[in-house]
């Protein structure tokens, strides 16, 4: 194929939207000769003069055809744009306005003072001219030396396409000084108008109200100052802070989660219903309410308060604080100067945090690594508590330094930890500029995120709706792969979402993955089967790592979070076959497995799996451990004979330990039913185990939820049964 029928085949697909993240057909050759994408799309541009003011030189790489740039009616004239980072440029593109340059010349330079030639032509006939070139520089200039008309030059665009030598896609620059977030993240400075940042607060919390399986994705993001404001997070949202320490961003206000839209019991004018609150993230912040006013924090599943710094309000309320239900969440790195009030919450699990006080209990509040947590006491407060924190890293976070330059800081691995990592010095960890990450946006080509990848970059995904044709395959150690807004993954032909090799210290972070309608075997994998390095000295690590089987959309896949790596780290995640929504249903959404463990010592910390269809959390490897877990049971089991593990066992353990593990050990443990279409289902049990001394579990329960269902016994054949008569069975420990 010549370089002319090349280029021509990639611009058909641009033109038909075959080249894209989710396109069909993934042109991989055609974009590594040249990249589809206009690096210069709002890069900085500057001028020798413009005609008037409604006409500046930002107006040619602005990305709107209806807007220009337009010189004074005199030779010469330049313009220039600065790329942020040297590229090899391998095609300018120049769309002229009636006002265009004869004769004029395009030339590259690293410092904006000593220029290359790129093109020159003493012809021009003005039009649309995309010209093939071959040069590297950080700017770029046009001269015009003879005005092909008696008017100035003026350009409705200039496009200019990178090359990295025909060795795969082109990763465009990101400047850390100045990154494209796109429209879905609102950063606020101390000069930003207040009534502007409530007003845009106040739009975000309306759109996420009760927008539970929409599309919208949003991330808020403070400077370092002090500001007042409201926060009340929506579905999709994140709120957090730009600096090193939560106590940079210091809010006067609320940052907060209501239970004020569903429906509770039969009552449909009681809406403190707190069950689905799901899907939102407040991180790095310093609040300080009102005086006098508490703070609210009424959640469930997949909403992180971490890192944060609550001052002053007397309580924090993790419910609406009246009769209303509430069924998990988590605290992480997060120092509340005064008490912390569960109330209804049915489960909790706090990680390295400092509390002024605790005051609550329902089922299952789980403490590692906590001070001002109450005292060890199961089942009745049932109150699990333990004292320092094995083994964690916190996870990485966006950070602005003090040259005003945006950074990733990669927390340090600590052992055998108490409290926050901040609130007594400095954490202990390291910065990554941003520079060194690839900005990745909805239409971003997976070629191009897997050659960043390839080439040693790392992600960072503005808050969006991601539609994969490939698997994003991470390969390298210490790769950071983080989210911002509940960046949302969705794998369209049935292959995996992400998969990581089996090296030390890779980083998935914030991030949903969401099935597609055609079967996934495995939606995220971590290490290839059979993976037997060790990497306790720099283990990979998942934090708020969540996926979505079903509810926005028909989902299908076998197992949603496979481990084959040793040492690996889960910091909070929710894995949830959909019970509610859209595409639900028994032989709609089908999920065996939630989580599939292969790998030596892995660590899971607050880990909630919900609704799948045969062993919820199957743990094959060595050395396991679980500080806390979080289950229910599929509610839509139509008949006993559907839902059977074989050998006269009824229904599938939520959580099964292979027979073949002799080690594994697990705190606060909980696994509920709600058998709502068929009560006569029954569960033989919640916890199955293999009957040795290294198997160990603390502090365990199960619940028939409003006595709807049956679990036959806790772990094995221990324990007791869970039904109408007796909702909740406790075992404290086993064996």
Known sequence: MSWKMLRYFV?????????????????????????????????????????????????????????????????????????????????????????????????????????RPLYSTTTGTGGTQN???????????????????????????????????????????????????????????????????????????????????????????????????????????????????????????????????????????????????FWRAAENLAVTPPAGQIERWAVSQAASYRRMHLKGAPEIQLWNGGDGWASGGLFADTKIDNTVVSGSQQQWFSRNSEFGGWNGSVWNMVFTGTTGAPPQHFPNPSHTVVAQTPKVREKPFLYVDAAGKYNVFVPALRSNSSGTSWSHGAAAGSSISLADFYLVKPSSPIETINAALDQGKHLLFTPGVYHLSDTIRVTKPNTVVLGLGLATL????????????????????????????????????????????????????????????????????????????????????????????????????????????NGNNVTMYGLFVEHYQQYEVLWNG??????????????????????????????WAAYKVANSVTSHEAWGVGSYCFFSPNTSIVASRSFEVPDTAGVRFH?????????????SNVINNTGGTANAANQQRYVVSYP
């Open 699 to 711: 502090d365990l329960v199960s619940v028939s939820l409003g006595g709807v269902g049956t679990i």
């Open 490 to 597: 969705i794998p369209d032909n049935g292959q995996a979402a992400i998969t990581v090799a089996d090296v030390d210290g890779v980083k998935l972070a914030g991030l949903l993955v969401d099935a597609g309608a055609i079967n996934s075997p495995v939606l995220i994998q971590v290490g290839t089967p059979g993976s037997t390095t060790s990497h306790a000295a720099n283990p990979t690590s998942l934090h708020d790592v969540y996926v979505r089987v079903g509810g926005a959309h028909v989902g299908k896949a076998t197992v949603s979070l496979q481990v084959n790596s040793n040492d690996v780290i889960g910091d909070h995640l929710w894995l949830w076959r959909g019970d509610h929504g859209d595409g639900v249903g028994w032989n709609v959404n089908t999920a065996a497995n939630g989580l599939v463990v």
């Open 131 to 277: 010209l093939d070139v071959s040069g590297s520089g950080r700017y770029l200039r046009i001269t015009g030396t003879q005005r092909g008309t008696g008017y100035g030059y003026s350009l409705w665009e200039v496009s200019v396409r990178t090359s990295d030598g025909g060795t795969g896609p082109v990763v465009p620059p990101t400047d850390p000084a100045d990154p494209d977030f796109g429209p879905n993240v609102s950063v606020f400075t101390p000069s930003t108008p207040q009534a502007d940042m409530q007003n845009r607060l106040n739009q975000i919390a309306a759109e996420m109200h009760t927008n539970q399986f929409g599309t919208q994705r949003y991330a808020v993001l403070w400077k370092p100052g002090t500001y007042t404001a409201d926060v009340n997070l929506g579905f999709y949202t994140q709120a957090a802070g730009l600096g090193l320490s939560p106590d940079d961003v210091n809010l006067n206000g609320h940052v907060r989660v209501e239970a004020d839209w569903l429906q509770q019991g039969d009552n449909p004018n009681n809406k403190g219903n707190a069950t689905q609150n």
């Open 11 to 115: 611009v058909l697909l641009l033109v038909s939207g075959g080249i894209g993240a989710g396109g069909a057909a993934a042109a991989t050759t055609a974009v590594a000769a040249c990249g589809s994408a206009n690096v210069a799309v709002n890069r900085p541009a500057t001028a020798s003069s413009v005609e008037n003011a409604g006409l500046p030189a930002s107006a040619a790489v602005d990305g709107n055809p209806g807007t220009r740039w337009g010189s004074a009616f005199s030779d010469p004239q330049w313009w220039q744009v600065d790329l942020g980072a040297s590229v090899s440029v391998c095609q300018v593109g120049l769309t002229w306005e009636a006002a265009y340059g004869k004769a004029f010349r395009i030339e590259l330079s690293d410092n904006a003072t000593d220029w």
């Open 622 to 651: 060595n050395g396991g451990r679980t500080y806390f877990f979080q289950n229910e049971f599929p509610y839509d089991v139509p008949d006993q004979g559907s839902w059977s593990s074989g050998g006269g066992t009824q229904g």
